[in-house]
């Protein structure tokens, strides 16, 4: 969608590309990609869920010279990666067994083999970003990847196979500063809140920090080039464009962050175990920290292999 | 590559220990030649609230079972002032952070030790050790 | 027995297959519409805040985001038990008559289009808008300016167009401006003449000898009940109303408040389908066929033009009225899903021009904080699809400790099947088919503008580019990659 909300610039783009295979605006099949013996640009959305999609990604990535990581979700893994919080077991029970609605006394599952005669793509046991799968050229972050910078990174193609001009490997295109660094709410020298607040506890000043309203952003960690859309809307980043350069794992760059960033009213007059009690009041902190990033989660890494 | 047997197993700690307390009050254990088990890596750094929860993963990353983050005593020992608070914060809240990614919080410990606290120390680390063994190990 | 398999389903949203089952004699036993993408919503919301949920179930669609914000605002109002002021509630519908015709305008002239102004049988590369743009590049463009004005609606009250932020439990964010009215109000003025443009386009496509059939005639028709949410006078209301059910004649049959939903709705699972099969538990599953006795209805457009008495603003009341004389009521010509949907932009358009001279509609008293939480949040919208229903539970904290989803193209899950298996067995014998052929047969689903990602609460997606570089005159002076159809 975001590709067709260039508006008019979508034009210009499609004047100098031709397009080979686009499920949702073009009629080109799998049959098509076999035919093909080499595609200059790949764009991948979305995360990799089934064996099927695993396979697609796969027979493209050969035939392609450049690839490229479109969205949060191809990047990252997105918010779908959330499901990894979990056992992919527990996420087809609750969705095809325990909802409400759902009568499924036979307990199908799909994807799995039954009397059918067809079958649905199995899951793989985890949600899995582009890069884990295949080698990614570029990245484009974002949820969705901003207009200016769908249009930087096309200009970057053109030039590229226009002019021979070099793209440096796993190019990410977004800014490398902070959301931080580019927003102009009101920042005080030290942030001093009583006490953290959840986006509905509280009617946000839109001209003050959201951190110095002890309401929880992540604009310290994630990388900006996404316009500050959701601030100027008077709501908090959740990180769609990724974590800034050189973060580790996002989610404990978060903790540190806040930690450093925020202090507590009297805190030295706290005890140890009130102050531990004020920086738990922080609800899902994984949820929250890794909303768009669990792909990058080294813990969450450790504890998926772990159980293999 | 061999199979290393789980029988063999020993607990794997990193201790962060800050320069001008926790550190001290380990070395002041091994000049008093107290003794305490092997299984303790010590790291020293300036503070406590110098230690980024990243470091934390990559110790776990690295084989540690358990962190162990050593600083001064709150409210008046630090001496960078607050770096305690921090640590306190950041701990607490990294712990809330491991229980949801299915790894013990138990397996992040803060402690404070002061120089003199060559006893507190060991006690501290044998206490751990005792903890991560029943623990078992880090999946990874 | 051998199978035909088209894959994957194109010019739609999501990721589908149809595989068409050929007995021995090459006529169709059975077809199945395959739709291959999971997610898991209702599981990795449970342990989100409530209050979040607005904002992390966006995600179960790029293309109908709206939708699910605003029917997880309402449950989330519900859930804290706060009534959002009567701003706020304009403000969001508002906003939300914006997306309809976002997601209207890129269903109709990007992925519809091209089977009625171009042919169903026109040669595979050239079925898209792109093909369109070849042959008449003014009207796309005039598309892409509209649906500019658009996005931009859709941003001054949502924040982002994709993905929209600002509702809150009890409210939204932040209010509009008088400016931005002001360019909201021109904006409405103009997709309201442009929208009025889309039904007469639509309206002399039918009309051409190869389009006439395939509208008109039986090779895409259904009898099913229809449900869709009526407002208090039972017109279409997209943002709020109860859910009216009316049957194959054009009955009332059930008429009730989205909270109730469980009373009225089940879904099945199969095998080969990650999306499910709902039906009216008061009429029972009878499997995936049409008919009074069949639990199966449908949404959409069609299901709210059938299931309401029309709508509330004139410009679209009279092409109702012109709906009525073509397709009869109720309309069971699969086909209609498109008239219907065009006469929806205009319905939406001019919804939004009365929100927007609303003397409300800029007041500053946008959220209400005020409220007991209640632990449970039952919603319903019109998503451009269809019936939308979100269902949560929470703890005492809010914290989300069960989420339910049925979705439109769900619900419309087993006629898009029938509707598919029908017109394949019509146009398939003896094993003899073209590529002309199966994309009619995927016209069976398009018509329904179904949004699999929803369905299923997933993304993959490739997009593959060759290069062609062309001098500014028009010729071609360099081309990469190889040939890629014969």
New interface residues.
């Given amino acids: 969608m975001s590709i067709v909300d260039l508006h008019e610039k979508l034009l210009e783009v499609l004047g100098s590309i031709e397009i080979v295979y686009w499920p949702i605006a073009t009629d080109f099949k799998e049959e098509d990609i076999d035919e093909l013996d080499e595609i200059d640009i790949a764009f991948f959305q979305g995360s990799i869920r089934t064996e099927k999609q695993k396979e697609i990604v796969e027979k493209v990535a050969r035939k392609s010279k450049i690839k490229i990581a479109f969205g949060a979700c191809a990047c990252f893994g997105g918010i779908p990666d959330l499901a990894d919080l979990y056992d992919v077991s527990e996420v087809l029970r609750t969705a095809y067994i325990e909802t409400p609605s759902t009568e499924n006394e036979d307990g199908v599952i799909p994807g799995t083999k039954g009397s059918s005669e067809v079958v649905a793509p199995k899951l793989l046991d985890e949600n899995y970003k582009v890069d884990d799968i295949i080698d990614v050229d570029i990245y484009i972050p974002g949820c969705p990847p901003p207009t200016e910078r769908i249009l930087e990174a096309v200009d970057l193609l053109v030039k590229h196979f226009t002019e021979g001009r070099p793209i440096p490997k796993g190019l990410v295109v977004a800014s490398i500063k902070t959301i931080c660094d580019e927003c102009d709410r009101e920042k005080p020298d030290t942030i001093i809140i009583d006490k953290f607040r959840r986006v509905h506890e509280v009617k946000i000043d839109p001209s003050k920090c959201f951190l110095a309203q002890g309401v929880v952003c992540l604009g310290p960690i994630t990388r900006s080039g996404c316009g500050l859309k959701c601030i100027e809307a008077n709501m908090p980043c959740r990180g769609c464009m990724g974590p800034a350069p050189n973060v580790y794992d996002p989610g404990a760059k978060m903790v540190s962050a806040l930690a450093a960033i925020i202090e507590l009213i009297n805190e030295p007059r706290l005890s140890d175990e009130e102050l531990a009690e004020k920086a738990q009041s922080i609800v899902d902190p994984a949820g929250l920290f890794y909303r768009f990033t669990l792909g990058l989660s080294r813990l969450n890494r450790l504890r998926k292999r772990g159980k293999k | 590559m061999e199979e290393k047997d789980p029988r063999d197993w020993e607990p794997k700690i990193f201790a962060f220990l800050c320069q001008y307390c926790a550190s001290a009050g380990a070395d002041l254990a091994g000049v008093s030649r107290l003794k305490y088990p092997a299984n303790i890596i010590p790291i020293t750094v300036p503070c406590s609230?110098s230690v980024?929860?990243?470091y934390?993963?990559?110790a776990?990353?690295a084989g540690a079972d358990g962190v162990l983050i050593g600083g001064c005593h709150?409210?008046?020992d630090c001496h960078f002032l607050?770096g305690n608070?921090?640590?306190?914060?950041?701990?607490?809240?990294?712990?809330?952070?491991?229980e949801?990614?299915?790894?013990e919080p138990e397996r992040l410990r803060l402690e404070w030790i002061s120089a003199t606290e060559a006893k507190k120390f060991v006690e501290v680390v044998k206490d751990f050790i005792e903890q991560i063994r029943r623990l078992g190990p880090?999946?990874? | 027995m051998s199978i035909v398999t088209i894959s994957p389903a194109t010019r739609l949203e999501g990721e589908a297959e149809i595989r068409i089952i050929l007995d021995e004699k090459g006529n169709v036993k059975d077809a199945y519409f395959q739709i291959i993408e999971f997610r898991g919503f209702e599981k990795f919301c449970v342990g989100r805040p409530a209050e979040e949920l607005p904002r992390i179930v966006t995600r179960i669609c790029g293309v109908c985001p709206w939708a699910h914000h605003m029917a997880s605002s309402k449950a989330t109002d519900m859930l804290y038990g706060r009534e959002p002021p009567s701003a706020a509630k304009k403000l969001r519908e508002l906003g939300y008559c914006a997306h309809i015709l976002d997601s209207h305008s890129i269903h109709f002239f990007a992925l519809a289009l091209p089977d009625f102004a171009l042919s169903p049988r026109a040669p595979r590369r050239e079925r898209s808008i792109i093909g369109l743009y070849k042959k008449n590049p003014e009207l796309v463009k005039k598309v892409l300016r509209m649906r500019e004005k658009i996005t931009r609606v859709e941003e001054i009250i949502g924040g982002k167009a994709i993905h929209p932020v600002t509702s809150i439990p009890g409210g939204l964010s932040k209010p509009i401006t008088e400016e931005e009215r002001k360019e909201i109000e021109e904006n409405a003025k103009e997709l309201l003449k442009f929208s009025m443009e889309s039904v007469e386009l639509f309206s002399k496509l039918v009309e051409k000898n190869e389009n006439k059939d395939l509208v008109f005639g039986d090779y895409y028709i259904l009898k099913t009940h229809y449900a869709g949410l009526v407002d208090k006078n039972n017109k279409v209301n997209f943002y709020d109303g109860m859910i009216r059910v009316v049957s194959v004649d054009g009955k009332e049959l059930f008429k009730f408040e989205a909270k109730d939903y469980l009373e009225y709705i089940a879904e099945k699972v199969t095998p080969w389908s990650y999306t499910k099969m709902p039906y009216l538990k008061k009429i029972g599953w009878r499997g995936i066929v049409d008919g009074p006795d069949s639990g199966i209805y449908r949404v959409g457009p069609l299901g709210r033009i059938n299931a309401a008495d029309g709508f509330a603003t004139d410009k679209a009341q009279e092409y109702y009225e012109r709906f009525v004389e073509l397709f009869g009521k109720p309309a069971h010509h699969t086909m209609a899903f498109h008239y219907a949907r065009v006469i929806e932009m205009v319905y939406a358009s001019e919804r939004m021009l009365e929100l927007v001279q609303d003397e409300e509609i800029t007041s500053k008293d946008v959220l209400n904080i005020e409220g007991e939480i209640t632990g449970c949040g039952i919603a319903a919208v019109e998503a451009p699809r269809g019936l939308l229903i979100h269902h949560y539970e929470s703890d005492e904290n809010g914290i989300t400790t069960m989420a339910n989803f049925i979705i439109p193209t769900t619900m419309n899950n087993p006629s898009i099947n029938l509707d598919i298996k029908r017109v394949s067995a019509r146009l398939i014998e003896n094993g003899k088919y073209d590529d002309g052929i199966l994309n009619m047969i995927e016209m069976a689903f398009r018509a329904y503008d179904p949004c699999l990602a929803c369905s299923t609460h997933s993304i993959p997606g490739a997009l593959k580019i060759i290069v062609k570089i062309y001098s500014s005159d028009g010729k071609l002076i360099r081309k990469l990659g190889g040939e890629y159809y014969g």
């Fill in positions: 609230g980024d929860m990243q934390v993963v990559k776990f990353e709150t409210p008046s607050r608070f921090k640590a306190l914060k950041r701990v607490a809240l990294m712990k809330k952070l491991l949801q990614l299915g790894i880090l999946k990874r």
